[in-house]
């Protein structure tokens, strides 16, 4: 059933064992963020501007950061990182094999930041001291990720819409409603 990114955060740090799983994705998302920005400059870096590749490359640190991150918190909440997890997050599945250029791949991960930042700022303004310790990393990760979403939208430009169909196969995959 798709409910809203409130609904969504209330059900899910009311429950540990969604909690635990939820944020051992993260981790695993973060760093399959790093392996999806490779993809895309492995298969399409050579349309970039050299600007835009610096841009890509930027991001797959900041992510790379983030990780780093998550891991500490998984670590200090005893939360088990699994062996063999999927470097392929639902959203991206549906939508990467659609794609076909650097400006789609952008297109597509301008999208993919902004639903993270609904999430991303309702976990971040949180002031309930059970989870205080996320609240904190995601303070730290906000501005980062909306620089991400700020430059991947303004590399899309020329191809806006052209992957809307997909990211709405993303959503559906995510089975996700976004607030305003
Ligand atoms: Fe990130
Ligand atoms: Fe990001």
């Known amino acids: 059933m798709a409910h809203t990114t409130k609904e969504w955060w209330a059900n899910t740090k009311s429950d540990p064992e969604k909690l635990a799983s939820w944020l051992q994705r993260q981790y695993v998302g973060e760093l399959a963020a790093v392996n999806l920005l490779s993809e895309v400059l492995l298969r399409f870096g050579g349309e970039a501007t ?8 930027r991001v797959m640190g900041q992510e790379a950061l983030h990780a780093k991150w998550m891991r500490d918190i998984c670590v200090d909440r005893s939360i088990f990182l699994e062996n063999n997890a999927s470097a392929q997050e639902r959203y991206w599945k549906e939508v990467l094999p659609n794609i076909s250029s650097f400006h789609e ?7 993919a930041e902004h639903m ?6 309702e976990i971040a303004a ?11 990393v995601f303070a ?3 501005p ?6 700020e430059v991947f939208g303004a590399i899309r430009h020329s191809a806006a819409g052209s992957t809307t169909k997909y990211h709405k196969k993303g959503l559906e995959a995510l089975n996700l ?3 305003d």
């Not at 050299?50 to 490359?57: N, R």
């Not at 980062?144 to 979403?149: L, M, N, R, T």
């Open 105 to 111: 791949a952008m297109d597509a991960a301008f999208h």
């Open 144 to 149: 980062h990720e909306e620089w991400h979403e």
């Open 177 to 179: 409603v976004l607030s």
């Open 50 to 57: 050299t600007e835009e590749w610096d841009t890509v490359y």
């Open 140 to 142: 730290k990760i906000l």
């Open 126 to 136: 949180d002031e309930d001291l059970k989870i205080s310790d996320l609240a904190k």
């Open 116 to 121: 993270r930042l609904e999430r991303i700022r």
